[in-house]
């Protein structure tokens, strides 16, 4: 739908939950695109959904999460409630026809995120994860430097942060979804999946639980063509986000493949010598907005696989399962 003089009208998207993952995740993007906007908040806590919408320029709060859904001002649906919310918060987008971002991770488990996939294609809905990360220009320099290192064999990937305890932090309570391996460790799975494919087993496992969920976690897996992956995550430990790729020729090392737009470098290293690469480009939120928008509004094809939140849930359960 274009209006008059021929310009594009911007995407209308509603927030579930006033989260602060979609200040900087949606609303700060949208704000500075031009091609979609913030039109609606809706949260558990109405008086919190209003403070939150008078605070980012939201200009419509809407009574509960299905009045938002069912509202035929809003194009799109994002999702940023807990993961334990997930399922039937986007289920409520599918059932009114709306495309849906959820944000990361997808479900639960690979269970439900092979629900909400297969009811959104059966709906003719879009359903997207918002796997920020992997829409930066970064992961294009990546590929163009892999066939340097020849055969890989082996993957490490961590990403550390603290979180904050305070007592709604939803991601020290693993039952709402939290805990180091599902609010991190999403990332570098993402990562070494990106590289070698998906999971074929999980040698080792082990979890440090603290309150009420994994507080680390670190897991050795092995993925097709026989290629080992260390991943590791810390939900106490200062901030570090890398991932290193070896091959027989060398070794690729990605420094902040989380968010590249805030620092960051790619390092080939070989028995010649080093060299140091950055990737230009709009920053991961931003190139993630523009990605959906351009398939929501213009059909065109997503950055990622349609099933990937499937693969990306089922590498979370094998990891959970191993480490039980």
Not at 12 to 27: E, F, K, S, T
Not at 50 to 75: C, F, K, M, N, W
Not at 303 to 308: E, V
């Amino acid at each position: 739908m274009r209006r008059p003089g021929g310009r594009i009208p911007p995407l209308r998207i509603g927030i579930l939950g006033a989260a602060r993952v979609a200040v900087y995740a949606m609303i700060a993007p949208a704000q500075a695109s031009g091609s979609a906007v913030v039109t609606a908040v809706a949260a558990r806590d109405p008086l919190r959904a209003r403070e939150y919408a008078a605070l980012h320029g939201i200009p419509r709060v809407l009574p509960d999460y299905a009045s938002l859904a069912a509202d035929p001002d809003i194009d799109l649906v994002y999702v940023a409630t807990p993961p334990a919310c997930h399922l039937d918060h986007a289920r409520l987008a599918i059932a009114n026809g709306k495309p849906v971002l959820v944000e990361k991770p997808f479900a639960m488990a690979a269970g439900e995120a092979a629900l909400l996939l297969g009811e959104a294609a059966a709906a003719g809905v879009p359903i997207f994860e918002a796997m920020h990360s992997r829409h930066h220009g970064l992961w294009a320099l990546v590929d163009r430097l892999l066939p340097r290192l020849g055969n890989v064999f082996g993957l490490d990937a961590v990403f550390d942060t603290p979180v904050k305890t305070d007592v709604d932090e939803f991601r020290w309570d693993a039952a709402l979804g939290g805990g180091a391996l599902m609010d991190l460790g999403i990332y570098p799975l993402a990562w070494v999946r990106a590289i070698a494919g998906e999971p074929v087993a999980v040698t080792a496992a082990t979890m440090r639980r603290e309150r009420a969920a994994d507080a680390a976690f670190a897991a050795t897996l092995t993925l097709p063509g026989g290629v080992t992956a260390r991943v590791a995550a810390d939900m106490t430990a200062p901030r570090r986000a890398r991932l290193t790729i070896t091959g027989i020729n060398g070794v690729l090392i990605v420094d902040n493949p989380l968010a590249p737009q805030l620092g960051h470098h790619v390092t080939y290293v070989s028995g010649t010598g080093s060299e140091v690469f950055t990737a230009p480009g709009a920053g991961s939120y931003a190139a993630q907005l523009a990605a959906v928008v351009a398939s929501v509004r213009d059909g065109a094809s997503f950055p990622l696989p349609r099933d990937d939140p499937r693969h990306s849930m089922r590498a979370i359960d094998l990891v959970r399962a191993a480490a039980s």
